[in-house]
């Protein structure tokens, strides 16, 4: 395709006269920038240990299971984030749940810290929203089998890091679990969101007053 | 009586200098860093004053590694001559007011030698052996191209270095450092700001001070031991103490340039009312070495903020700069100062002189380059007659 007119952008050369090819001109101007922030620095350093960084609340740190509101752990060993897994190291040992309303729980769930890439693909997957990545990235361990987080200190992360503000934001969906979230977000128009009914522009026929309708999502 | 005056400064000269090169790494260390808006060293001690010397401890236990293949003698003797002669050119300097009698302390290891700058150069021209062996013996290709481009710079370099300081020599009438500076002080008052040499030989310090960055492998003349050029150049073999030895012989040359740009230029220990030649109240020496100290730190601070301001120089470009830019000026300006002690001129005809000669150098380098010979051009002629299009 030939390029378009509207595309292309002429720049000129910058003149270069007599008191550009002195230098000295442009070398004072150099060294004014230079004294400029010399004598009014904005140093934007953060002197880490004793100042921790601003995380963003989708940071992808170390995981964590979460609790229920009865304190029994989310996660049903549908085996969905093993399986999405792609440095494979979930492992998790399902059995029958001892709760009548659960099918199945884990009786053994541990993550190898070291394999994991901290990608974030069983929190994606996770259909219960058991599994989370916190914003911990300063995690350290002496030996690699302290690094093989099973189910208690996976609990344990979740009851250190619960209400700490940072928590990731699926933590705060609906019973739906999170994709009812998404609905939420594109249909602002009030009410808890169901499939049966969004709310759409509810624009009377004949009328054609603009305010009626919702903004494009 | 002067062998001990001389013992005393010796050991004077030698502490304070190894003092300050060691304190010139903190110095530039956070100045760079206050340019580059960051925090520079601040946790080895309070501000990070003790970091020069956790980096002079970690240079005397690093591994000392010789490559395999290296001449061991030449590898061993090329930073000591670094070091070497940069610490004997120190010995002319003065530091002080030294007394036209010579009664009393001299403020300074030899100051009455009459040929003070030559001295100076002569030395510091030494240095280059330092580096050229440091290359050749490393058995490294890079370092040895490093050495080569770093040996040219630096001879070509001394011959504008020279050139532009025979004018101070001629308005002095001596090469004696000391003499130097009374011939700055004459006049009391404001008056005697205005005798200092900058303001009638402004080319003259503007050549000098270049001359002397490159001299000492400073930015922006720094290709030969940059990192993104030769990995470091001449010492890139080099580990613990023997590259702290080459480090240290570059910041002791940049304290020796600097020493000397505020004596030949600047007054050296001068000031208007508070040190002048005739002042002698209780104190007043002190007050003296403390101006000197005062200019030339001031001069080592531009020294590194013009590290951080301008970008290097290519090769090409360096040489291009003292054969055919440097050498020319400063031959003008002392031909210039020699019409001027002939005919017994006012001294500010230079000063009028020097900023004609910057104009009509620029001019001739605009116009060699719009229709010089092909060499020069800064631009090939366009192609318009043929109709290819032009690249």
């Known amino acids: ?217 | 009586m002067i062998w001990i005056y001389a013992s005393i400064a010796i050991v004077v000269v030698m502490g304070a200098v190894l003092g300050t090169c060691a304190y010139l790494i903190w110095i530039e260390r956070k100045l760079a860093a206050r340019v580059q808006d960051r925090i520079g060293p601040n946790r080895v001690g309070p501000f990070g004053l003790l970091q020069p010397i956790a980096d002079g401890l970690k240079f005397v236990f690093k591994e000392d590694v010789v490559p395999a293949g290296a001449d061991k003698a030449l590898f061993i003797i090329a930073p000591t001559i670094s070091v070497f002669t940069t610490m004997l050119a120190f010995a002319v300097v003065p530091f002080g007011p030294a007394p036209p009698d010579g009664k009393g302390f001299p403020f300074g290891i030899a100051p009455y030698v009459d040929i003070g700058v030559i001295f100076v150069f002569a030395v510091t021209s030494l240095a280059v052996y330092g580096v050229i062996l440091g290359g050749w013996s490393s058995n490294n290709k890079y370092s040895a191209l490093g050495s080569l481009r770093s040996s040219a710079q630096v001879v070509s370099y001394e011959v504008p270095l020279g050139l532009s300081v025979l004018g101070v020599g001629l308005l002095a009438g001596s090469f004696n450092l000391d003499s130097v500076i009374r011939a700055q002080t004459g006049d009391p008052g404001i008056r005697g700001l205005f005798d200092w040499y900058i303001w009638c030989q402004p080319l003259a310090c503007l050549i000098f001070f270049s001359s002397a960055l490159a001299e000492s492998n400073r930015l922006p003349f720094d290709l030969p031991e940059c990192e993104q050029e030769l990995v470091g150049g001449y010492h890139t073999e080099y580990s613990a103490l023997k590259f702290a030895m080459f480090f240290l012989a570059e910041y002791t040359h940049v304290i020796t340039v600097s020493f000397l740009t505020a004596i030949l230029f600047f007054g050296g220990w001068h000031f208007p009312w508070i040190a002048e030649a005739s002042s002698d109240y209780f104190g007043a020496v002190v007050v003296k070495v403390l101006v000197l100290a005062a200019k030339v730190g001031l001069i080592i601070s531009f020294i590194m903020l013009i590290r951080w301001t301008l970008p290097r120089f290519r090769f090409d470009q360096l040489m291009t700069l003292t054969w055919k830019v440097f050498i020319p000026l400063s031959l003008c300006n002392l031909l210039g100062m020699m019409i001027i002690k002939q005919y017994d001129l006012s001294r500010w005809w230079m000063l009028l002189a020097s900023i004609v000669l910057v104009v009509a150098a620029t001019g001739t380098s605009l116009f060699l380059a719009r229709f010089g010979p092909s060499v020069a051009r800064a631009r090939p002629a366009p192609q318009a007659a043929s109709g290819v299009p032009v690249r």
Not at chain 1, 3 to 28: H, Q, R, S
Request: a negative charge.
């Open chain 1, 1 to 217: 395709m030939p390029i378009k007119n509207d595309d292309v952008t002429w720049v000129e050369e910058p003149e270069f006269g007599l008191l550009e090819a002195m230098y000295l001109p442009a070398i004072a101007e150099g060294v004014k920038t230079t004294l400029k922030h010399f004598f009014r620095p904005q140093t934007t350093t953060e002197e880490y240990p004793e100042v921790k960084p601003d995380l963003p609340l989708n940071y992808r740190g170390l995981h964590r299971l979460n609790r229920d509101e009865q304190g029994r752990v989310k996660c049903v060993a549908c085996f969905l984030c093993a399986t999405a897994c792609p440095a494979r190291c979930i492992e998790i040992v399902g059995d029958k749940a001892p709760w009548p309303d659960r099918d199945k729980y884990p009786t053994k769930f541990v993550i190898d810290e070291l394999k994991c890439i901290y990608c974030g693909m069983c929190e994606e997957a996770c259909p219960v929203d058991a599994i989370e990545l916190t914003s911990i990235f300063d995690l350290t361990g002496r030996s690699r089998e302290e690094m093989l987080f099973d189910r208690e200190k996976l609990l344990a992360v979740y009851d250190q890091t619960v209400g700490s503000g940072k928590d990731p934001v699926r933590t705060h969906s609906g019973p739906l679990g999170a994709a009812a979230e998404i609905v939420t977000t594109l249909f602002p128009a009030g009410g808890s969101a169901s499939y049966e009914h969004p709310p759409g522009p509810s624009v009377a026929p004949g009328t054609s007053d603009a305010s009626q309708h919702n903004a494009p999502p």
